[in-house]
């Protein structure tokens, strides 16, 4: 049974930041894509990182370049996104996914096999 297991939102001040973690179950890293997308209240769920299976290449949003950055610890099986300088506009529910294997295409939530539960981020102005 696959479990993606986000953790680390919380509420922060603009200009701040916070680290969220994905703990996975019962799929391994090292052929998948693993993804952050989010979703604000009324707003469709869009793209906000991957990170390819060879972890190798990375992939970001436009909105997030240069200040959001995600990692991988293997030998955990947990991938984090670290969000720094944060705006009003990064409120949103943070989702982490998983690819099937050798996936190749990162930015469509519909290549996205495996999703976690959602952890809040909510950032005050």
């Known amino acids: 049974q696959v479990q993606l297991v986000e953790s680390g939102g919380g509420l922060v001040q603009a200009e701040g930041s916070l680290r969220l973690s994905c703990a996975a179950s019962?799929?391994?890293?090292?052929?998948?894509?693993m993804g952050w997308f989010r979703q604000a209240p009324g707003k469709e769920r869009e793209f906000v990182a991957a990170?390819?299976?060879?972890?190798?290449?990375?992939y970001y949003a436009n909105s997030v370049k240069g200040r959001f950055s995600i990692s991988m610890n293997n030998a955990k099986n947990t991938v984090y996104l670290q969000m720094n300088t944060l705006k009003a506009e990064d409120t949103a529910v943070y989702y982490c996914?998983?690819?099937?294997?050798?996936?190749?295409?990162?930015?469509?939530?519909?290549?996205?096999?495996?999703w976690g539960q959602g952890t809040q981020v909510t950032v005050s102005s």
């Open positions: 990170l390819s299976w060879s972890g190798g290449r990375t």
């Open positions: 996914a998983a690819t099937p294997p050798y996936a190749s295409e990162p930015y469509d939530a519909a290549r996205y096999s495996y």
């Open positions: 019962g799929i391994t890293f090292s052929t998948r894509v």
